[in-house]
């Protein structure tokens, strides 16, 4: 008796050891499925991802395409409505030309951008950047109750495509006027040499940004402004400064305003 209970027991154990082992050998072979399907879809995300930066890329040349035909048309309207005023027309049609070689050099940006080709950069003046961002914004800030304030250290410089970085600062001048509009407030543009970087701040007193979404700012598609914004600002400025070895960080507060801080090479 002691000896068949000893042996069923026997079988009995060694039933469930090989239950245990089947059951071991059904999850490695289901943890291997998946494994196998895991790589299958990294591969199609490989394959998509081409098609997706292309997407986002016809997006945002879209949304520079729109901020730098707004001057343009302003000034070609200028120039029509005084074709007696020959001094202005003349002006008017050469900041046309100016802006449209321009328009030209951040769209083949954009495009080097994508391609991951190097820009060709120079030293420039902080002071010209500047100077040229406002001019192509073609509008006196002051109308919106805007009060601008500029600072730039005389002999800072920065070693840029200069197309692309008055495009950047553009787009944060934008953001800032939207975030004082209406009621206005105070735009702060400052620019000193910091060693071998020049740091080019744009601050404004406007709504500020919601902490919960501030890591998400720079992100392509991401939009504090609901319907009204594209979401592809902010990531065109990141994108084009850190394509000149720099980069972009957001300080700011609900209510308190936004500074935007750009750290570009000097040499």
Known sequence: ???????????????????????????????????????????????LEPLANLGT???????????????????????????????????????????CERAAAVMEGLLALANGSGQRPEIVSAAELVDGAFTCLCRDLNKDGI?????????????????????????????????????????????VEEGPTTRISVADTGVGVDPKVMDRIFEPFFSTKGSAGSGLGLAFCKKVVEAHGGCIRVESSPGQGACFTILLPNS
């Open 1 to 47: 008796m002691l000896c068949a209970s000893i042996t069923a027991r026997f079988y009995n154990e060694a039933g469930k050891l090989t239950s245990l082992l089947e059951k071991r050998r059904s999850l490695h072979r289901h943890l291997t499925d998946r494994q196998d399907e895991n790589a299958l879809l990294r591969a199609e995300i490989e394959r």
């Open 57 to 99: 890329l016809t997006y945002m040349i879209a949304h520079e395409i729109n901020n730098l035909l707004t001057p343009l048309r302003n000034y070609a309207e200028l120039a029509m409505a005084n074709t007696e005023d020959v001094k202005l027309a003349e002006k008017a049609l050469r900041k046309t030309a100016r802006n």
């Open 147 to 191: 009060d601008v304030r500029v600072h730039v250290a005389p002999q800072a410089r920065v070693r840029v495509s200069a197309a692309h970085i008055q495009q950047a600062l553009m787009n944060l001048i934008l953001n800032a006027r939207q975030a004082m509009t209406p009621g206005g407030g105070i735009l702060t543009v400052q620019a």
